[in-house]
């Protein structure tokens, strides 16, 4: 297995335009994510920027960076249209996406991303699920929740479906975290194919893959990375580089 890591970004993100280059504890956001993908060690990394302001970042910080058709509709295709300009050849039959918005993502869940694919031979797409925050999770339709057949060791499992419908019952209730391993056979796949009804339903593209037949599992992270999305999200990751400064890069 050759994997490589992939970054999407662009400025035109529709709550908090620019978010890319947002200033987290002295660097912009996208370094940080890029500096945790690199602690990985699952393979060599880089930015598919949808933005030449991105590329210009990455680089002066020693990155790698592609620039991508900035009106490509979704982080799968931006990856894609990457990977063809930095592996033309197809040596790496791994492509990891990291979202660029998980400035303090731990390393050891991209390696365990990454993991799955080795140790499940019929996973053809691996992805990272967290514990719920708590109660209003479950009804939250922000919150996307994986329907897992876990594996007797509670750390792995099998992804049956995902949705933004509250579960009810006893059992855990898993939090979707959005980094996915594709084989990359399974990723030109994906993105071949049109979107499906259920995507259409529920707004998750991950529902694709699973109409399309291909196996979807799941590694369980101990919590929930921070996410920046909104103006607040980012003001939480501002103050959380504070209240951490000389312990994280």
Known sequence: MNPIVI????????????????DIGGLPMIVRVLRQAEAAGAGPVAVAAGDYEIVAAVE???????????????????ILAALGELDPAGEHDVVIN?????PFVDPSVLAACAGLLAEQTDCDIATVVAPEHGPDDRANPDVVKAVLSLQPDGRTGRALYFTRSTLYGDAPVWRHIGIYGYRREA???FNA????????REKLEQLRALELGLSIWA????AAPISVDTPA???????FAQRHAGKIP
């Open 7 to 22: 970054i999407p970004a662009r400025m035109a993100a529709t709550r908090l335009p620019g978010k890319p280059l947002a």
């Open 193 to 200: 194919a049109a979107p499906s009804p259920l995507e259409t």
């Open 60 to 78: 002066g910080a020693g990155g790698r960076a592609v620039l991508t058709d900035p009106h490509l509709p979704s982080g799968s295709d931006r």
């Open 98 to 102: 990291l979202q660029g918005d998980m």
């Open 219 to 222: 590694a369980v992270a101990d």
């Open 233 to 239: 999200d980012l003001k939480a990751a501002q103050s």
């Open 187 to 189: 990723l030109e796949r």
